[in-house]
């Protein structure tokens, strides 16, 4: 238990910081002994007193519930591998394949990089790869066509990304039980 405790007379004020346990404390293994010190500072001429005690050291048993899945004797599967046998045996066939939310996300990328990447090398007039001559009659219609059709198609793709990406999150809170 540590003690703090504020005393003033007329003026000048003796403040007792005491620890006191039971107990001697050890700390890194080396033995504590309760010490109290004393401090001597100016105030205004009032009286004052302060008491601090520390709680039990004792921890109360906690309200929380433990889900009959995380019990040690328990040999329920946990929400998220509930479905594993169902899922083994045959769902693929029944839900069809669907694109992971990264492959878009990916293609999104590229296709950003290649419409933003037509509208620099029409700007500067120097081919990159230098299959096209910019003096080319054919040079100015195909980056257009990167450019307008790429930068709305990163658009779309980044869009399904974010749906699918949402569509799997839900499908794992299902699975988990949260909705």
Do not use: C
Not at 59 to 72: L, R
Not at 123 to 148: C, E, H, K, M, T
Not at 162 to 177: I, M, P, S
């Amino acid at each position: 238990m540590a003690a703090i405790s504020f005393s003033s007379l007329s003026g000048a004020s003796v403040t007792q910081i005491q620890h006191a346990s039971l107990h001697p404390t050890t700390i890194f293994g080396v033995s504590q002994q309760p010490r109290v010190f004393y401090a001597k500072r100016k105030s205004a001429h009032r009286f004052v007193v302060v008491g601090v005690t520390q709680g039990s050291a004792e921890s109360s048993k906690s309200d929380e519930k433990i889900p009959s899945w995380a019990k040690p004797d328990s040999d329920e599967p946990p929400p998220w591998a509930r479905d594993e046998a169902n899922k083994n045996r045959g769902s693929f066939a029944q839900q069809g394949f669907e694109i992971p939310f990264y492959a878009y996300l990916l293609a999104s990328a590229i296709t950003a990089i290649a419409a933003i990447g037509s509208i620099f090398e029409y700007v500067n007039q120097r081919p990159v790869f230098g299959v096209l001559s910019s003096d080319s009659i054919l040079y100015a219609p195909l980056l257009g066509f990167f450019v307008f059709t790429g930068i709305p198609s990163a658009g779309l793709l980044w869009f399904k990304a974010v749906q699918a990406a949402n569509k799997e999150a839900e499908e794992q809170d299902k699975r988990d039980g949260y909705l």
